[in-house]
Every structure is written in structure tokens, then in C-alpha cells.
């Protein structure tokens, strides 16, 4: 091949590939307007309920870590209960933090990113303060050590808890959406 033909190549792979990206923002968009016009969940869209709907988000989480570790079917109990209610957190705050940035306004684009940063930096606080009590109780002869199923329990819920973190902040801090 030469190197006419090499450039050729790339500039039809690049042209595809913006093609690509003008369709999926397209999908995205109508996407987006259908999450702005639909009312079926604006009972979930007040302050107070997409508090408590955040706040049982969080705690489903924090009770995969348990529930992963026992026997039976409580794990997956608990995990279409999470399932469900990161549904309900989504439709309550209309899919704001998923949306790209060409499809939402400056107000929300500046509140998702502060979103993001809090909720990274509060899962990193989180898995310290799981590394600092791991540590002291190391270091305080406690007896702390972990089954191989509790570790992946815990890196489980850590792990969705991850995932859910900026949709629950933008629900609790968000006065009106």
C-alpha cells in the first residue's frame, strides 16, 4: 500500500467515525427529550423523595457487603432491590448524570461535574476508612480477617456503590429538577 492509499484509509475511517458519533448523539438526544417531557415519574422528582430514594440506594449497597457473604438467596434479593430502586433514582433525576455534555444546559453540565468529584473523592474516602480500621484493627490484635467471600462481597458493594455515587448526590443536593 502506499501512502496515498494509507491517508485515504484514515481520512474514510475518521469521516465513518464522525458519522457514527452524529448518529448516537441523535439517539441520545431523542433519548434525552423523552426523559425531559416524561411526567409518569414526577412524584419521584421532589427534594424529599429522591432523598429517600438515594438514601435506600446507598444502604442496598452497603447491604451487598453483608448479604454477599451469607448463604441463600439474600444477595439476590438484595440486589434487585438495588436494581430497582438505581431505576427509580434515574427516572427521578431524568438521567442528567449520564447525558453527554452537547445535550444538557451549562446549570446541570457545572453540577454534574461537581457531582462526579464528590462522589469519587467520597468512595476513595470510604475505601480508607475501610483500609485505616483494617490496619488498626491489624495492629490492635483484633480478629479481623476476612473469608474470601466477604472480600468480594465488599469489593462488590464497593464497586456499585461506585457506580451510583454521582446519581445519588446529584438527587440529594439538586433543589429542583
Given at each position: 500500500?502506499?501512502?496515498?492509499?494509507?491517508?485515504?484509509?484514515?481520512?474514510?475511517?475518521?469521516?465513518?467515525?464522525?458519522?457514527?458519533?452524529?448518529?448516537?448523539?441523535?439517539?441520545?438526544?431523542a433519548?434525552?427529550?423523552?426523559?425531559?417531557?416524561?411526567?409518569?415519574?414526577?412524584?419521584?422528582?421532589?427534594q424529599?423523595?429522591?432523598?429517600?430514594?438515594?438514601?435506600?440506594?446507598?444502604?442496598?449497597?452497603?447491604?451487598?457487603?453483608?448479604?454477599?457473604?451469607?448463604?441463600?438467596g439474600?444477595?439476590?434479593?438484595?440486589?434487585?432491590?438495588?436494581?430497582?430502586?438505581?431505576?427509580?433514582?434515574?427516572?427521578?433525576?431524568?438521567?442528567?448524570t449520564?447525558?453527554?455534555?452537547?445535550?444538557v444546559?451549562?446549570r446541570?453540565?457545572?453540577?454534574?461535574?461537581?457531582?462526579?468529584?464528590?462522589?469519587?473523592?467520597s468512595?476513595?474516602?470510604?475505601?480508607?476508612l475501610?483500609?485505616?480500621?483494617m490496619?488498626?484493627?491489624n495492629?490492635?490484635?483484633?480478629?479481623?480477617?476476612l473469608?474470601?467471600?466477604?472480600?468480594?462481597?465488599?469489593?462488590?458493594?464497593?464497586?456499585?456503590?461506585?457506580?451510583?455515587?454521582?446519581?445519588?448526590?446529584?438527587?440529594?443536593?439538586?433543589?429542583?429538577?
Amino acid at each position: 500500500m502506499t501512502d496515498r492509499e494509507t491517508e485515504s484509509g484514515k481520512e474514510k475511517m475518521e469521516e465513518r467515525a464522525k458519522e457514527m458519533r452524529a448518529e448516537m448523539l441523535e439517539k441520545i438526544e431523542a433519548r434525552a427529550q423523552a426523559a425531559m417531557n416524561d411526567e409518569r415519574y414526577d412524584r419521584l422528582r421532589t427534594q424529599t423523595m429522591r432523598r429517600i430514594l438515594s438514601a435506600l440506594l446507598v444502604l442496598s449497597a452497603l447491604l451487598i457487603a453483608v448479604t454477599g457473604a451469607m448463604d441463600g438467596g439474600w444477595l439476590l434479593l438484595n440486589l434487585i432491590l438495588f436494581g430497582g430502586l438505581w431505576f427509580l433514582v434515574g427516572k427521578a433525576t431524568r438521567g442528567f448524570t449520564d447525558f453527554p455534555d452537547e445535550l444538557v444546559d451549562e446549570r446541570i453540565r457545572s453540577t454534574r461535574n461537581k457531582v462526579y468529584r464528590y462522589a469519587y473523592i467520597s468512595v476513595v474516602a470510604f475505601l480508607a476508612l475501610v483500609v485505616v480500621i483494617m490496619a488498626l484493627g491489624n495492629i490492635a490484635s483484633l480478629n479481623l480477617s476476612l473469608t474470601g467471600d466477604q472480600l468480594f462481597a465488599g469489593a462488590m458493594a464497593l464497586f456499585w456503590l461506585s457506580i451510583v455515587t454521582p446519581a445519588v448526590i446529584f438527587a440529594w443536593t439538586e433543589p429542583e429538577l
